[in-house]
């Protein structure tokens, strides 16, 4: 099970972080949703580290331990979403969502 | 790109088939993977299935008795089915694929979707 912060809430111009957290993330590479109300998810954030072409280089990614984080700088209104980590789990083959994180831009 | 279509109600204990009509690249490519993603109202993200290249398939453990994904050469289309539906079952059913080119060798090598269909409403009610 992947955890995710319910909500997170950030006012324009600052840094949000988003948090995912499994006890046995270990070495599964962590992959990073954008989805707007109403609308398909948008990949944001591929491999822990890496960032589709094209996306905005505000969103970043890291890990530590058995967390992983997306970070947005420099928050702007748009950025307001509901994000959802993803792993594969190569021990019972299976791909796993989080819980997903209500981001508001206040 | 992707879209899926299909009936948009289904009654409780029949079979939901879907079909996601791909343009751009086939369905059996060694270079594209594929997959279903549902998500109930109001409620998060729910992993369905992937397809990947050769017929390998991987399915939700929770649906897997329920489920079978396969490729449709002819149209170069996805399809799901999914048996014996409740209520539970009610979702925005998306389409999903990876279209990054290169070689995938399986899930362990690449695993996420940077392509997605629009999604299609099934509810299931009598």
């Known amino acids: 099970v992947l955890t995710q912060p319910p909500s997170v809430s950030v006012a324009p111009g600052q840094t949000a972080t988003i948090t995912c957290g499994d006890n046995n993330i270990g070495s599964k590479r962590v992959h990073w949703y954008q989805q707007r109300p109403g609308q398909a998810p948008v990949l944001v954030f591929l491999d822990d580290f890496h960032r589709p072409a094209g996306f905005p280089e505000r969103f970043s990614g890291s890990r530590s331990g058995d967390t992983a984080t997306l970070t947005i700088s420099r928050v702007e209104a748009g950025d307001e979403a509901d994000y959802y980590c993803?792993?594969?789990?190569?021990?019972?083959?299976?791909?796993?969502f989080g819980s997903g994180t209500q981001f508001t831009v206040l | 790109q992707l879209r899926e279509s299909g009936p948009r109600l289904v009654t409780p204990a029949e079979t939901l088939s879907l079909s996601c009509h791909v343009s751009g690249d086939s369905v059996t490519g060694s270079g594209n993977y594929w997959g279903w993603v549902r998500q109930s109202p109001g409620r998060g993200l729910e992993w369905i299935g992937s397809?990947?290249?050769?017929?390998?398939?991987y399915y939700n453990s929770s649906l897997s008795s329920r489920l079978t994904l396969s490729t449709r050469t002819s149209g170069n289309q996805l399809a799901l089915s999914l048996t014996s539906v409740t209520a539970a079952d009610t979702a925005i059913y998306y389409c999903a694929a990876y279209t990054l080119g290169g070689t995938v060798y399986g899930p362990d090598d690449r695993n996420y979707f940077d392509s997605w269909g629009r999604g299609i409403l099934v509810t299931v009610s009598s």
């Open positions: 993803q792993v594969w789990d190569s021990t019972s083959d299976q791909s796993v």
């Open positions: 397809l990947y290249y050769r017929g390998k398939m």
